[in-house]
């Protein structure tokens, strides 16, 4: 042993960061196992598919850090990370997609494609899922398309309590930061705008909602105004794709 080396005993001495895998693709998983698996002090004490099955995990096996893939989900189709939180508030998570803004299928599923090509004036822009995910209360969230040595980091920081945001998330959670406000909408204009996310006509928002298809109209004139837009169309792909601006 050379001196100043730690000594063997020191080096089994410290603690491996527990980490449980969640994804519901089982090649996708075990790739994320094996690169976290390559490092000495990392040990893989589970591997789940569902959110119901992630939660009974960690509850049994209490992970100091939950790598989940945003697509996995709940058999009600809840969102992982609420769905997961409800039950262990206190679980570190790092969030793992894949996907851009842009091509995010939570977010902007093919439908809301089709829709795009009869909007007037240009795209909306999108809230990312990751951003969504950090509001959502993920530690830490990465990119597929992140190194491996960006994964071995997120992972040791949020083991450590620390917060690790893919330089993405943090620009756009600073920019929603730096913009001091959203509009404010009153109960029943939220309710309105979550069903125009939805791509109901002021018809049916008028039958779901029990009032009457002209006051549906002013409420929509009223979030149009408050959010700048142009058409209903508009509105709902831009709440449709920016779903923190119906959050109280």
Request: with cysteine; proline share 7%.
């Amino acid at each position: 042993m050379t001196p100043g080396s730690p000594s063997p005993y020191e080096e089994r001495s410290t603690p491996r960061v527990r980490i449980l895998v969640a994804d519901d693709h089982a090649l996708d998983r075990a790739g994320l196992v094996a690169l976290l698996e390559s490092e000495d002090a990392f040990e893989v004490v589970a591997e789940t598919s569902s959110v119901e099955e992630t939660i009974l995990r960690c509850r049994a096996l209490q992970p100091d850090v939950l790598v989940l893939a945003l697509k996995v989900c709940s058999q009600d189709d809840q969102a992982a990370i609420p769905a997961i939180r409800s039950q262990l508030p206190e679980l570190r998570i790092l969030a793992l997609s894949e996907r851009s803004a842009e091509h995010c299928l939570v977010l902007n599923p093919p439908w809301r494609r089709l829709l795009d090509e009869t909007a007037v004036g240009p795209p909306p822009v999108s809230t990312d899922c990751l951003q969504m995910a950090a509001h959502q209360g993920a530690m830490g969230t990465l990119r597929r398309s992140a190194d491996p040595q960006d994964l071995h980091l997120a992972v040791r920081l949020v083991a450590r309590g620390q917060a690790c945001y893919d330089p993405r998330t943090t620009t756009r959670i600073l920019a929603e930061a730096g913009t001091g406000h959203r509009p404010l909408l009153s109960d029943r204009e939220m309710q309105v705008a979550a069903l125009l996310a939805e791509a109901h006509s002021n018809k049916e928002i008028a039958a779901l909602l029990g009032i009457r298809e002209p006051t549906v109209k002013k409420h929509v004139r009223h979030i149009l105004e408050k959010f700048g837009l142009q058409d209903r169309l508009q509105a709902g792909l831009f709440l449709a794709r920016n779903p923190l601006q119906l959050k109280p």
